[in-house]
């Protein structure tokens, strides 16, 4: 089964990038991960990325952020 992040069409993931540094985002899983920032953006039931700073959630696990930059 694939996972949110792997079901928005190439060429929509190719443009997008993170609101705040306009860097580029990681696939992890439900959610498209900054890792510069440490800022993970949801994506919907729908399929629709979230792309407001003001609703993406901190990483602040070094576990975490470790385990969602390993695909890399």
């Known amino acids: ?21 306009h860097g580029q985002l990681l696939d992890a899983g439900d959610e498209l991960y900054n890792p510069r920032l440490r800022l993970a953006y949801p994506i919907d039931a729908d399929g629709i990325p979230d792309m407001l700073v003001s609703d993406a959630r901190a990483v602040t696990d070094d576990a975490e952020h470790e385990r969602l930059t390993a695909s890399a």
């Open 1 to 21: 089964m694939s996972t949110r992040a792997q079901q928005i069409p190439q060429v929509v993931r190719e443009r997008l990038v993170c609101p705040q540094d």
